[in-house]
């Protein structure tokens, strides 16, 4: 079956860093997405990885390793901004996204 | 401001009724992609579009159907709807197919009573 695990909710304070994982298993891969959605919200694109590796946007990295089937997403100097649903997604046969870990910041 | 534009916004309406919720894409974009978004499932890939035709199918039920136009807008039909059928419905587009990113609208929340 497909199937794709990110952890429920994550805390972490102001300034932090902090790591969400994304593990996957699915019928063909094409690349996987990082989305965040602020409450009530829309998504707004993060990064897509198709490659092995760590891609870097400013404070947000994502790594995606296609052999163990696995992602994360790298969250440096935490902002009260940040706290949001982060939402895994991967492009493979259909495009199937994980039900989202929900960040929450403290100061 | 995505660019993506969804109407309405809410959309309240009783058990086997029909529905449909529009979508105009970004200009330019080809793809137009549906999702539903409800609290016990996360969100769900329906449908998606690329400049008129079916490109792919996902979760969608056979009561729902959508289409795209030559204008490149999208419609949604929900008929003989559900109580389970209230959710956020997205609509999204990019400019080609699914490897590129995805701009959201801001939602129609519908509400079956």
């Known amino acids: 079956g497909q199937n794709i695990d990110q952890p429920t909710e994550m805390t972490a304070t102001e300034g932090a860093i902090v790591q969400i994982n994304c593990t996957y298993q699915t019928s063909g891969f094409n690349g996987l997405f990082w989305y965040q959605q602020h409450a009530g919200e829309a998504p707004t694109f993060l990064s897509y990885n198709v490659l092995d590796g760590l891609e870097e946007k400013g404070r947000f990295s994502s790594f995606l390793s296609r052999s163990k089937g696995y992602s994360y997403l790298l969250l440096k100097e935490l902002q009260m901004k940040d706290s949001a649903s982060y939402l895994c997604a991967v492009n493979g046969d259909k495009l199937i996204f994980g039900t989202g870990t929900r960040l929450q910041v403290f100061p | 401001d995505s660019g993506v534009t969804q109407t309405p916004k809410h959309l309240i309406t009783a058990t086997g009724q029909r529905v449909t919720l529009r979508c105009s894409p970004r200009s330019g974009d080809l793809s137009v992609y549906w999702y539903q978004q409800s609290l016990d499932q996360g969100l769900q890939f329906l449908i998606q579009y690329y400049n008129g035709e079916e490109r792919a199918k996902g979760n969608i039920l056979e009561r729902f159907s959508a289409q795209q136009f030559p204008d490149l807008h999208s419609e949604l039909n929900l008929s003989s709807l559900e109580l389970g059928d209230s959710a956020l419905y997205f609509c999204?587009?990019?400019?080609?197919?699914?490897?590129?990113?995805?701009?959201f609208g801001p939602g129609t929340r519908l509400t079956v009573l």
């Open positions: 999204a587009s990019s400019n080609s197919g699914r490897d590129n990113e995805q701009f």
